[in-house]
């Protein structure tokens, strides 16, 4: 039997600020209260996630650039 490796990060990809913001905002997604720019409700979990990336990146915590 072969053995899996585990890999582990040398570093974080997100700070535990953006994390909390993700949690935050998926969160208010689930109560239903979370809204996109078009002032649509947000339904989709990635939907919110990227929201919550987003917010995270405005207040200016550890967060890679947007893929374009």
């Known amino acids: ?3 899996k490796k585990k ?3 040398a570093t974080r990809k997100y700070s ?3 994390g909390k913001q993700v949690e935050r905002e998926l969160h208010e997604m ?3 209260k979370l809204k996109s720019g078009s002032d ?3 339904t989709n979990p990635k939907q919110a996630i990227a ?3 987003s917010e995270a990146r ?3 915590s550890k967060v890679p650039a947007k893929k374009s």
């Open 51 to 53: 929201i919550g990336l």
């Open 7 to 9: 890999t582990t990060r």
């Open 1 to 3: 039997m072969a053995t």
């Open 58 to 60: 405005k207040k200016g």
């Open 40 to 42: 649509k409700k947000v």
């Open 16 to 18: 535990p600020a953006a």
């Open 30 to 32: 689930h109560e239903g």
